[in-house]
């Protein structure tokens, strides 16, 4: 596989949308702003409490400190995305200056509990199919944030990658939910289609509601000799990824995850945005509405940093031999 060294891509609009004025940096508000965190994930999410203190850590970085002129609520939906519009309307009812949600439902759930409180979202794959912003360039309403699409070459890297560690893989399992990604969820499998016909392997919709679906979909993927599994993003696959790992590992199952933590926790191959810097540059939004600005004038960002890790561990109990450039072009190394 050529050019799988660490990615920088430029941003869709350019990261100048996402600076301050120095000034403007300089000055710590002395009045106390409130904003709302929204998540799908449970709060003992290890990884997702992770991107949050980069968050933080930014936001302190901007002059917003926790205690002085910041407050920060937070609402955990634990994996049960039917508990997202209900948090939604509470984190509402607090009045705050702005809303801070992650994936596709936590910014569905948000929108439809507010269209004046200003929104930022983190991780969503499809903005405007999804109905949350009105263009990229010009969003339209109270809603910006930062996606982890528009990366229109992403199915094919995926399976490449995967086919590359693991050359029998013929037949690849998309795995999704539908109702929590429905925008997301088409957006990639248009794209995954299309790298299939070109590479000439088959795919299987392997779609997901909750948990206990997750079991049935490994049980018909594993009957397939020649099967691997692609993850998309989604919100359901992140909060369940312990299971999905787990099932992938003892039914052997060959199989490529969207973000650096499933592999981190034992996934084979994981390759897509860097999360943390996704959650720092969201920040600046943050700061930037804190200050006056309105989401409208705000345009929606494109990621710009890619990560390529593997577990070697992973692929020795799989019996797979992974080729040295692979180790060595990867941004990570799991041994």
């Not at 983190?122 to 903005?127: E, I, L, Q």
């Not at 860097?274 to 700061?287: C, L, S, T």
């Amino acid at each position: 596989m050529s050019g799988m060294k660490r990615r920088e891509f430029i941003t869709l609009l350019g990261g100048a949308a996402t600076a301050l004025p120095l000034a403007a940096r300089a000055q710590t508000p002395d009045v106390t702003k409130r904003i709302g965190v929204l998540s799908p994930y449970p709060e003992s999410d290890k990884a997702i409490q992770a991107q949050l203190a980069l968050f933080r850590s930014a936001l302190e970085q901007l002059g917003w400190s926790e205690g002085h002129n910041l407050r920060i609520d937070y609402r955990w939906a634990g994996g049960d995305m039917d508990r997202l519009p209900q948090l939604g309307r509470e984190l509402v009812e607090l009045r705050p200056n702005a809303l801070f949600v992650a994936a596709t439902p936590g910014a569905v759930a948000a929108m439809h509990a507010t269209r004046t409180i200003p929104i930022v979202f983190v991780v969503v794959s499809d903005p405007v199919g999804d109905g949350l912003v009105a263009s990229i360039a010009h969003p339209g309403g109270n809603v910006t944030g930062f996606t982890n699409g528009l990366e229109q070459a992403i199915g094919g890297k995926w399976i490449e990658i995967l086919r590359e560690i693991a050359p029998s893989v013929t037949r690849f399992g998309i795995m999704y939910n539908p109702r929590t990604a429905p925008g997301g969820g088409a957006y990639y499998m248009g794209l995954i289609k299309r790298a299939a016909d070109t590479l000439q392997v088959g795919i299987i919709p392997t779609l997901i509601e909750n948990a206990d679906g997750i079991d049935a979909a490994f049980q018909t993927l594993a009957r397939e000799a020649d099967g691997g599994l692609l993850v998309v993003p989604d919100a359901t696959t992140t909060a369940n990824r312990a299971q999905i790992v787990a099932l992938a590992a003892r039914l052997r199952v060959p199989a490529i995850y969207p973000f650096r933590f499933f592999s981190e926790e034992g996934g084979l191959v994981s390759y897509g945005i860097e999360v943390g810097d996704v959650y720092r540059r969201a920040a600046a939004y943050i700061d930037r509405i804190l200050r006056g600005a309105t989401p409208a004038e705000l345009p929606v960002q494109a990621p710009t940093k890619f990560d390529l890790v593997i577990n070697l561990k992973t692929a020795k109990a799989l019996g797979i031999t992974v080729p040295l450039i692979m180790q060595m072009t990867a941004d990570a190394v799991i041994e």
